[in-house]
């Protein structure tokens, strides 16, 4: 397949390169600014994309299956703190480039976007989210170590899947698990629709790497077209 990762250089994108790789798909890789990239390996190209400006987005799609996007502010990879504050001084960023994709895909309708977004979305008791209550978001952050006015953005990334949920282009939206961090790949995990997955002491958690191989197996086998799906231990 050829495959279209925005992000390339971030967290979860660089192990979604690197996963498409091994299973021998092309990818294009698109970040900011390709010319601050060194890279040898076969069958990856780099391109530099704005998400913000559909026209771009949409000059990268002919000849791609699938366009994964892992747009963050800033590059949380490198800087997270810096991509925390942009996060909050502009929470309306996700809803913004999930519009600009949808544009995008208005000239390329049978190209699959997949969003990497957020958990704070997922239903914590039945029809209600953590993104809905102040008190359970809150707690969430504490226990992550996100300042508390880290909530815009996390209802910033719930305001993305709302306006991929208006739309019928082919979109997968993936809420990862509340805990995700560099870890290893195991390739065993668990898949949801709108809750969190909890392991065997409630925890929402999955490391990068396995959060590379649940996207790129969407990729290959589409099972949650206009759907979001979630992911954990």
């Known amino acids: 397949m050829r495959i279209g990762v925005i992000g390339a250089t971030g967290g979860i994108g660089q192990r979604v390169v690197t996963e498409a790789l091994g299973r021998g798909h092309h990818i294009t890789a698109l970040t900011r600014d390709a010319s601050l990239i060194e890279e ?40 997270l703190a810096d991509t925390v504050r942009r996060s909050i ?3 309306t960023a996700y809803a913004t480039a999930a519009t600009s ?3 995008a895909l208005e000239s390329h309708p049978r190209t699959r976007l997949i969003v990497i977004g957020g958990a704070g979305s997922l239903e914590i008791r039945p029809g209600v989210t953590r993104a809905d209550s102040d008190e359970d978001l809150y707690a969430t952050l504490d226990s992550i170590g996100l300042p508390r006015e880290y909530a815009a953005a996390v209802r910033g990334h719930r305001d ?15 809420s990862p698990a509340e805990e995700i961090a560099p870890g ?16 065997a002491e409630g925890r929402s958690r999955i490391s990068f790497e396995d959060a590379a191989v649940a996207l790129i197996d969407e990729a290959e086998l589409p099972r949650f077209v206009q759907r979001r799906f979630t992911i954990g231990y």
């Open 101 to 103: 994709l949808l544009k």
């Open 89 to 91: 001084a502009d929470p």
């Open 40 to 79: 040898d390996r076969e069958n990856v190209v780099w391109k530099s994309v704005d998400i913000f400006d559909a026209d771009a987005v949409a000059a990268v799609l002919p000849g791609l299956d699938v366009l994964i996007s892992g747009f963050q502010p800033g590059n949380a990879a490198r800087d």
């Open 184 to 199: 290893e790949r195991t390739g065993r995990f668990r898949l949801g629709g709108d809750q969190p997955v909890l392991d």
């Open 160 to 174: 993305a899947l709302n306006v991929l949920r208006t739309s019928n282009r082919l979109w997968t939206y993936l």
